[in-house]
């Protein structure tokens, strides 16, 4: 509604307080939805809500390997110090 009614408001703000009201909600929630939506289509540059999920995930997944490799890293230098203990004896 705020795209498509936009040409009858003097700004963007205008059109976005006006329809906000319509729907009992903040403009400014309002103006998060609209460009979280112009992304969304392409008609603005940033990353789509896709794009975002996928990267969170794959934050997510690089912060557990990391953690993996740390233990791996751990246990491997521990059998080590183990096995050159029982060499010695």
Do not use: H
Not at 48 to 74: F, G, M
């Amino acid at each position: 509604m705020v795209i498509d009614n936009r040409p009858d408001y003097p700004s963007e703000w205008a059109a976005l307080t006006a329809t906000s009201k319509l729907f009992g909600m903040s403009p400014e929630t309002l103006r998060t939805w609209v460009r979280r939506t112009q992304i969304d289509t392409g008609s603005r540059p940033g990353l789509t809500t896709d794009e975002r999920a996928r990267l969170k995930q794959l934050e997510r997944e690089n912060k557990d390997l990391k953690r993996a490799n740390a233990i791996l890293k751990d246990a491997s230098i521990f059998f080590a110090t183990e096995l050159d203990g029982q060499t010695r004896r």
